[in-house]
C-alpha cells in the first residue's frame, strides 16, 4: 500500500478539501485515515457509516485518595508539570495539567496517589463510499495526540492494508501530531497558500519531512490570491528540488462545496479542473492504474 | 489582563487578528503580543522585527555507565517509553522524553543526572514604545512545544495587558495557552469545518474555566448556523470581518490591513473596550 498524507505548516490552508476531492477523483483501490484528531473535518465531506468504536485510552492520570493523604506535600513539590494544586485544605490533581509520568506515586509517603485510566477519545473504522476510513475524536482538552495518530494509522493498516493507496489528512504545525503523521509514509503532499505565513511555515514543515526521507509534493492553494508570493513559492520549491503538484485558483465553488459537504469535484469549476491535473500527476508518481 | 485568540480550525485568522488588534490598541495602552504557536509562529512576519534571540531548553536525563548497573529500573518506570535498557547499555530516546524526572529519582545507584537540550528560542522584540513582541520557535523535528509556550508566557506575566495567539486545534498546546488568561476570542469561518471546530474550541476553553466569545472571520453574510450555535451556547459574536479580496491580499503579503483601512481601528478599540467591560473592568 502507497501511503500519502496532505499536509500544510500553516493550518487551513486547504488539506482537508483537497484530500475530500481526491478521495472521490480515485479510480484505485484506496483507504483514508483522518491523522488531524483534535480538529478532525474529513469525516464531513466522506460522510462515513461507522462499523467499529473503540475507546482510546491516553496516558493514565494521577489521583489522590483524600482519606489516605497526610497533606506532607511531597507530590506537589516533584511535579514538574504544576498539575498538583493544594486548595480548600486538600491537595488534588489537575488532568487537564498532567501529562501521566507518575512521578507523585514514587515518594508518597501513603501511598495515596494512584495513576487511574481514562477515557480520552474514540477511534472509529467506518465505510464511506469511497472507500475505509479511519478516524478519531479526541476528548477536546486531553493530550497525547500524537499516540492517538499512531493508533489511527494501526487501525486503518490493520483493517485495510491490502488497497493500493492511503490517503491521510494530516494535522497543521510540526509537533508530535505531524511527526506521528509523517512517520512511515511515502509521500506528502502540502497544501500551501500564496502568503508570507505559508511561505513561512512551509520551509518549516519541508526541514520536518526531509528528516523522514519521505517524498515531497507540494500544491499552491487559490494561488492567485497574491500571485508575487505564489511565485516566491515556485521559486522556493525549485530551489529546494521539490515537485509542483499543482496550483488551485481561488473559486467561490469551494466554500459552497464545503457548504453542502460536498468534494468540490462534484461541482464543474476551475478548482476542480485543477485538482483533477493533481490527481494525474500523483497517480503517475505513484505509479497508480 | 490577558486575552488569547484560539480558534480550533487552523487558518481561520487568528494571526491576523492578533496582529491588527494589538498594532490597534498599542495606539494608546502599552501592549505585549504574545505568539504562542510556537510549531508554526508567523506574527514576526507582520512586524518584520525578530528583536533579542535566546535560547530554550529541557532537562534530559544522562546515564553515568560508570555507576550504572544496568538494573533497568528507569526504564521500567518511564511511562513514555524513552529510556531502554539493554544488557551493557542504556538508551535514552530524547524526542520521548518529558522531562518529569522520575528516572532520577528511582534510579538507586545515582548514576542518572540531567543536562539541558535545546528545544528551540525565543524571541523578544521592542516593536515600538507601546508594543512589544514575544515570539516561541519550536526546533524543526522537535515534538513538544510546551515549555516554550510556558517561557514566553512567564515572560510576558507582570504586563497588564497581554494578548495570547494560539496555536490550531484543541490539545495541549491550546490548553497550556489559554490556562490562566481572563478571556478568550474564539475565531471561526462560516463553513462546516469551522463551527465543527468552533465547538470543540468552545468546549476546551469552557472545561478550562475561561470566559469566551467569537468572532467571525471572512464573513460572507450567511452566518446562520454559527450564529444559532452561538446563540444557543451563550456565545457572544463580537465581532464580523467581511470577506475581502483586498484584505486577504493585505494579510497576505506580511501587511496590517488596520493601516489600510483606519475605520477598523475604531472596531478594534472598542472590542478591547468591550471585553474589559465583560471582564468586570479588570484593567
Same mark, same amino acid.
Request: net charge negative; glycine share 8%; with cysteine.
Given at each position: 500500500?502507497?501511503?500519502?498524507?496532505?499536509?500544510?505548516?500553516?493550518?487551513?490552508?486547504?488539506?482537508?478539501?483537497?484530500?475530500?476531492?481526491?478521495?472521490?477523483?480515485?479510480?484505485?483501490?484506496?483507504?483514508?485515515?483522518?491523522?488531524?484528531?483534535?480538529?478532525?473535518?474529513?469525516?464531513?465531506?466522506?460522510?462515513?457509516?461507522?462499523?467499529?468504536?473503540?475507546?482510546?485510552?491516553?496516558?493514565?492520570?494521577?489521583?489522590?485518595?483524600?482519606?489516605?493523604?497526610?497533606?506532607?506535600?511531597?507530590?506537589?513539590?516533584?511535579?514538574?508539570?504544576?498539575?498538583?494544586?493544594?486548595?480548600?485544605?486538600?491537595?488534588?490533581?489537575?488532568?487537564?495539567?498532567?501529562?501521566?509520568?507518575?512521578?507523585?506515586?514514587?515518594?508518597?509517603?501513603?501511598?495515596?496517589?494512584?495513576?487511574?485510566?481514562?477515557?480520552?477519545?474514540?477511534?472509529?473504522?467506518?465505510?464511506?463510499?469511497?472507500?475505509?476510513?479511519?478516524?478519531?475524536?479526541?476528548?477536546?482538552?486531553?493530550?497525547?495526540?500524537?499516540?492517538?495518530?499512531?493508533?489511527?494509522?494501526?487501525?486503518?493498516?490493520?483493517?485495510?492494508?491490502?488497497?493500493?493507496?492511503?490517503?491521510?489528512?494530516?494535522?497543521?504545525?510540526?509537533?508530535?501530531?505531524?511527526?506521528?503523521?509523517?512517520?512511515?509514509?511515502?509521500?506528502?503532499?502540502?497544501?500551501?497558500?500564496?502568503?508570507?505565513?505559508?511561505?513561512?511555515?512551509?520551509?518549516?514543515?519541508?526541514?520536518?519531512?526531509?528528516?523522514?526521507?519521505?517524498?515531497?509534493?507540494?500544491?499552491?492553494?487559490?494561488?492567485?490570491?497574491?500571485?508575487?508570493?505564489?511565485?516566491?513559492?515556485?521559486?522556493?520549491?525549485?530551489?529546494?528540488?521539490?515537485?509542483?503538484?499543482?496550483?488551485?485558483?481561488?473559486?467561490?465553488?469551494?466554500?459552497?462545496?464545503?457548504?453542502?459537504?460536498?468534494?468540490?469535484?462534484?461541482?464543474?469549476?476551475?478548482?476542480?479542473?485543477?485538482?483533477?491535473?493533481?490527481?494525474?500527476?500523483?497517480?503517475?508518481?505513484?505509479?497508480?492504474? | 489582563?490577558?486575552?488569547?485568540?484560539?480558534?480550533?480550525?487552523?487558518?481561520?485568522?487568528?494571526?491576523?487578528?492578533?496582529?491588527?488588534?494589538?498594532?490597534?490598541?498599542?495606539?494608546?495602552?502599552?501592549?505585549?503580543?504574545?505568539?504562542?504557536?510556537?510549531?508554526?509562529?508567523?506574527?514576526?512576519?507582520?512586524?518584520?522585527?525578530?528583536?533579542?534571540?535566546?535560547?530554550?531548553?529541557?532537562?534530559?536525563?544522562?546515564?553515568?555507565?560508570?555507576?550504572?548497573?544496568?538494573?533497568?529500573?528507569?526504564?521500567?518506570?518511564?511511562?513514555?517509553?524513552?529510556?531502554?535498557?539493554?544488557?551493557?547499555?542504556?538508551?535514552?530516546?530524547?524526542?520521548?522524553?518529558?522531562?518529569?524526572?522520575?528516572?532520577?529519582?528511582?534510579?538507586?545507584n545515582d548514576a542518572i543526572s540531567e543536562v539541558p537540550k535545546t528545544i528551540g528560542v525565543l524571541w523578544d522584540a521592542q516593536?515600538?514604545?507601546?508594543? #512589544?513582541?514575544?515570539?516561541?520557535?519550536?526546533?524543526?523535528?522537535?515534538?513538544?512545544?510546551?515549555?516554550?509556550?510556558?517561557?514566553?508566557?512567564?515572560?510576558?506575566?507582570?504586563?497588564?495587558?497581554?494578548?495570547?495567539?494560539?496555536?490550531?486545534?484543541?490539545?495541549?498546546?491550546?490548553?497550556?495557552?489559554?490556562?490562566?488568561?481572563?478571556?478568550?476570542?474564539?475565531?471561526?469561518?462560516?463553513?462546516?469545518?469551522?463551527?465543527?471546530?468552533?465547538?470543540?474550541?468552545?468546549?476546551?476553553?469552557?472545561?478550562?474555566?475561561?470566559?469566551?466569545?467569537?468572532?467571525?472571520?471572512?464573513?460572507?453574510?450567511?452566518?446562520?448556523?454559527?450564529?444559532?450555535?452561538?446563540?444557543?451556547?451563550?456565545?457572544?459574536?463580537?465581532?464580523?470581518?467581511?470577506?475581502?479580496?483586498?484584505?486577504?491580499?493585505?494579510?497576505?503579503?506580511?501587511?496590517?490591513?488596520?493601516?489600510?483601512?483606519?475605520?477598523?481601528?475604531?472596531?478594534?478599540?472598542?472590542?478591547?473596550?468591550?471585553?474589559?467591560?465583560?471582564?468586570?473592568?479588570? #484593567?
Open positions: 500500500m502507497k501511503k500519502l498524507a496532505v499536509i500544510s505548516g500553516k493550518g487551513g490552508t486547504g488539506k482537508t478539501m483537497v484530500a475530500g476531492a481526491l478521495a472521490s477523483l480515485a479510480e484505485c483501490s484506496i483507504a483514508f485515515a483522518d491523522c488531524d484528531v483534535d480538529a478532525a473535518n474529513l469525516e464531513l465531506l466522506l460522510n462515513p457509516t461507522v462499523e467499529l468504536t473503540k475507546p482510546y485510552y491516553g496516558l493514565k492520570v494521577a489521583e489522590i485518595d483524600q482519606d489516605a493523604c497526610t497533606l506532607c506535600g511531597l507530590c506537589e513539590e516533584l511535579c514538574r508539570f504544576d498539575a498538583i494544586t493544594f486548595e480548600d485544605g486538600r491537595f488534588s490533581v489537575n488532568p487537564i495539567k498532567c501529562e501521566g509520568c507518575a512521578v507523585c506515586t514514587l515518594l508518597c509517603p501513603s501511598d495515596a496517589v494512584v495513576m487511574k485510566t481514562r477515557i480520552n477519545g474514540e477511534i472509529y473504522y467506518s465505510k464511506t463510499s469511497f472507500g475505509p476510513f479511519a478516524h478519531a475524536r479526541l476528548e477536546p482538552g486531553s493530550g497525547t495526540t500524537g499516540l492517538l495518530v499512531t493508533e489511527v494509522k494501526k487501525l486503518i493498516y490493520e483493517k485495510a492494508g491490502d488497497k493500493e493507496l492511503l490517503l491521510i489528512d494530516g494535522p497543521p504545525g510540526i509537533g508530535c501530531p505531524l511527526i506521528a503523521t509523517v512517520t512511515g509514509v511515502d509521500a506528502v503532499l502540502i497544501v500551501t497558500e500564496p502568503s508570507i505565513s505559508g511561505l513561512h511555515d512551509l520551509k518549516r514543515v519541508v526541514t520536518v519531512c526531509n528528516k523522514f526521507g519521505v517524498d515531497i509534493f507540494v500544491v499552491i492553494n487559490k494561488f492567485d490570491l497574491e500571485e508575487t508570493v505564489s511565485l516566491k513559492i515556485e521559486d522556493y520549491c525549485q530551489e529546494a528540488g521539490i515537485s509542483l503538484a499543482g496550483k488551485i485558483p481561488f473559486d467561490k465553488k469551494v466554500i459552497e462545496a464545503i457548504k453542502n459537504r460536498e468534494p468540490v469535484v462534484s461541482q464543474k469549476c476551475p478548482s476542480a479542473d485543477a485538482i483533477k491535473e493533481i490527481w494525474i500527476f500523483l497517480k503517475k508518481e505513484f505509479n497508480l492504474l | 489582563m490577558k486575552i488569547v485568540v484560539a480558534s480550533g480550525k487552523g487558518g481561520t485568522g487568528k494571526s491576523t487578528l492578533s496582529a491588527n488588534f494589538s498594532y490597534v490598541i498599542s495606539g494608546n495602552r502599552d501592549v505585549v503580543l504574545v505568539d504562542c504557536d510556537v510549531e508554526e509562529p508567523n506574527l514576526h512576519l507582520f512586524f518584520e522585527e525578530k528583536g533579542k534571540e535566546s535560547i530554550v531548553t529541557l532537562p534530559i536525563p544522562v546515564i553515568d555507565e560508570n555507576k550504572c548497573d544496568f538494573c533497568g529500573k528507569c526504564g521500567e518506570f518511564c511511562q513514555y517509553g524513552a529510556i531502554t535498557v539493554l544488557k551493557d547499555q542504556v538508551m535514552v530516546l530524547q524526542n520521548l522524553c518529558h522531562s518529569c524526572g522520575g528516572c532520577l529519582i528511582v534510579c538507586p516593536i515600538d514604545s507601546n508594543l #512589544r513582541l514575544i515570539t516561541g520557535v519550536l526546533n524543526e523535528g522537535e515534538a513538544n512545544g510546551i515549555e516554550i509556550i510556558k517561557t514566553v508566557k512567564r515572560l510576558s506575566e507582570s504586563s497588564p495587558l497581554v494578548i495570547y495567539d494560539s496555536s490550531p486545534g484543541t490539545a495541549c498546546p491550546v490548553i497550556e495557552t489559554v490556562e490562566g488568561a481572563d478571556f478568550c476570542i474564539l475565531v471561526t469561518e462560516s463553513t462546516p469545518f469551522g463551527l465543527h471546530d468552533l465547538k470543540l474550541a468552545a468546549e476546551v476553553v469552557k472545561k478550562i474555566g475561561v470566559p469566551s466569545g467569537v468572532v467571525i472571520n471572512r464573513s460572507d453574510g450567511s452566518d446562520n448556523e454559527t450564529e444559532e450555535f452561538c446563540r444557543e451556547n451563550d456565545l457572544e459574536i463580537l465581532l464580523k470581518i467581511p470577506f475581502d479580496r483586498e484584505i486577504a491580499a493585505i494579510q497576505n503579503r506580511g501587511e496590517l490591513f488596520s493601516v489600510y483601512y483606519p475605520d477598523w481601528q475604531k472596531q478594534f478599540t472598542d472590542l478591547l473596550d468591550h471585553i474589559e467591560s465583560l471582564c468586570g473592568g479588570n #484593567r
